[in-house]
């Protein structure tokens, strides 16, 4: 069974500019979650989303958002990129939702560098 | 928000030797998971503990969730080149309504051929 996958793997961007990260979850998963994680703050919840809804939200700005398709595969969008946005943002797969969801299987990341 | 402490932060080993780890939180867990992360990998999850007192193995690694439902412990026995990589503990925090996971900052583990 092929594993989470997330396009692309690196990317270059420039403050201001916006950038849309893809995930696909493994197949039969219907959860989908994202990180970000850097050096000083670690791994840090951004948003899941389950059968194309945000279910619960972690503490980032309104730049930062996702949806999710009918096929369970998801895209999360950063606007207006600043600095700190550089960042390993993972995306995580899980079966079903919420507290049944503890068992995330992640992707392999995508490194955003913002310039 | 809740957060989860992670020790040691490093630890630098050699060959052979068994590893010890631990995180422990200010509010209870109803899960612990722990996960392996290589350079530019996303984590692997290694081992997931459900119930208080609980010890899992899997290969050389076992993991115990403590009675307090507060901490959890990660042993590496016998650690080989390939062991080498950041652990992180997480968990989902047992606050109604918390569907996210939590991580640790990770333990960096260097092994000394």
């Known amino acids: 069974k092929a594993g989470v996958t997330q396009t692309p793997r690196y990317l270059i961007k420039t403050r201001g500019q916006q950038v849309t990260l893809s995930c696909s979850p493994i197949s039969g998963h219907r959860s989908v979650s994202w990180y970000q994680q850097t050096p000083g703050q670690g791994l840090q919840f951004l948003f899941e989303?389950?059968?194309?809804?945000?279910?619960n939200k972690g503490n980032f700005p309104g730049r930062f958002s996702g949806r999710q398709f009918s096929n369970s595969r998801s895209e999360m969008n950063v606007s207006t990129l600043e600095l700190g946005d550089s960042a390993l943002y993972l995306c995580?797969?899980?079966?079903?939702?919420?507290?049944?969801?503890?068992?995330?299987?992640f992707g392999p990341g995508t490194r955003l560098t913002v310039l | 928000g809740q957060q989860l402490n992670q020790s040691p932060q490093s630890m630098f080993i050699q060959e052979g030797e068994d590893v010890s780890m631990n995180c422990t939180s200010s509010s209870i867990f109803n899960t612990w998971l722990w996960y392996k992360q290589d350079p530019g990998e996303g984590p692997v999850l290694l081992i997931a503990?459900?119930?208080?007192?609980e010890l899992t193995s899997n290969g050389r690694l076992t993991a115990q969730f403590g009675i307090t439902r507060k901490d959890s412990f990660l042993n590496i026995s016998a650690s080989i080149p390939s062991d080498v990589g950041i652990y992180f503990c997480a968990g989902p925090p047992y606050v109604q309504g918390a569907q996210k996971l939590v991580f640790g900052q990770g333990t960096r583990l260097t092994i000394n051929p």
């Open positions: 989303y389950f059968s194309e809804t945000q279910r």
């Open positions: 503990l459900y119930k208080a007192g």
């Open positions: 995580a797969s899980s079966r079903v939702a919420g507290a049944l969801s503890n068992e995330q299987f």
